[in-house]
Every structure is written in C-alpha cells, then in structure tokens.
C-alpha cells in the first residue's frame, strides 16, 4: 500500500506530511473513510507511536506534524503549548481588503445553534490572533497569508470571515459556500523550534492551483 500523501520531513522522532483535503485525521470506527490514523503501521512499526502532535480540520489540507516517539510526542506539544510554533497558512477569500497587511486580535467562542456549531467572535470567549498579509488579488479574489499567533479551532476561517473577506468552499463562515467544492484554505509552513528545528513547506493542494495561478502566486 502506498501512502496517500506526501512526506515533506522524516527523522527519527517526527515525520510531517501534505494532508489532503477531505481527509480527517482521527480514525472513526463510524465511518469506512480512511483517515491519518490508518496508515500509522505504514509509517512505525514501533508499539509507542506515531501519535499526531495537532490536528488540522478535515477540510483543510497542509502541514501536519506525527511523532514517532513519546518523547517527541511531549517535547513537540510543548512547542505549541507555549507558542514557539509557527504556522503559516494560505486562504483564497472572497473580495479584496482595503490594506495588505493588518491583525486580527478578536476572541473566539463556541456557538451552537439549530444543531450546528461555530466559532464565534465574543469578548467572552478565548483569545486569537493572526496576523495576515495579501499576496495577490484580481479584485474579485485574494489569497492571503496567515500567521497564526494562537491556536484555537476554526481560528484562520472565523477571523476571515470577521475581516469581511470568508473563505472560498467554507460552508460555516461564507454564505456563498459550495457544498461541493473544497476549502480553499491549507497549512503552507510549520515550524518548532526543536534540535534539530523541524520545519516545511508543503505545495498547495490541487483544487487550489487554478486560482494560485490567476493571482500570479505560482
């Protein structure tokens, strides 16, 4: 069997992958659709591990960070923990911001209504940040950089939405949202300040490269 995603960094402790778009992380017993999690064996033959060090949402494709040992597992929790990882992700949004720069400092709660939950903006709820910058647009699309300065869940898609430009595909935050088509959202660079320091770039995914390509950033 071959591994449905590419390995972008592999040592002895961490292996960081390109996950797909679509593809959850976590197994469930609920569902036949395969998961990160299952090809674990493919990956370590080891009884300790691998162990994934975050999660990234199921739609959202990118960087993702797998332990190989316990060891590696806490040391690299660590690292987010206490906000020494950078990660960078890029979002094809709708419309144009008026600046190129800016930050979003506007905490997030979680909101459930008709039996559909959402990371909110209340003042209530937990701190997030993200810096973003705009790397191209037409006028009618963007792709903007972020930096996320905390981790909280939802945390790239809701700011977006709040700056008043929603992501391409998301069918929570963006009333235009298409229930067939793909977020236009993927973790392009992490890092963690380890030794060695652990760090890649992962390409975007395929659904992406069309509109990378309009806005002259591929």
Request: proline share 6%; charged share 20%; net charge positive.
């Amino acid at each position: 069997m071959v591994l449905p995603f590419s390995i972008l960094f592999q040592n002895n402790h961490y292996i960081i992958i390109n996950k797909p778009a679509g593809m959850p992380v976590y197994n469930n017993k609920h569902t036949t659709q395969q998961s990160v999690e299952d090809f674990f064996p493919m990956m370590s033959k080891r009884k300790d591990g691998p162990w994934l060090v975050h999660r990234l949402d199921q739609d959202t494709a990118g960087c993702l960070v797998i332990a190989l040992r316990k060891q590696a597992l806490i040391d690299a929790q660590h690292c987010f923990e206490t906000k020494q990882v950078t990660k960078i992700y890029w979002a094809i949004v709708q419309g144009k911001p008026q600046e190129n720069y800016g930050k979003i400092d506007t905490p997030l709660l979680k909101i459930t209504k008709n039996k559909q939950w959402s990371m909110q903006a209340n003042p209530t709820g937990q701190s997030a940040s993200t810096q973003w910058k705009l790397l191209g647009s037409n006028g009618h699309i963007s792709c903007l950089e972020l930096k996320l300065l905390t981790g909280r869940t939802h945390q790239a898609r809701a700011h977006c939405a709040i700056l008043g430009h929603p992501i391409i595909g998301d069918t929570i935050y963006n009333s235009k949202g298409d229930k067939e088509r793909y977020l236009y959202l993927f973790s392009r660079e992490i890092s963690l300040p380890l030794s060695p320091p652990l760090s890649a770039i992962a390409e975007p995914p395929k659904h992406m490269i069309s509109e990378l390509q309009q806005l002259n950033i591929l």
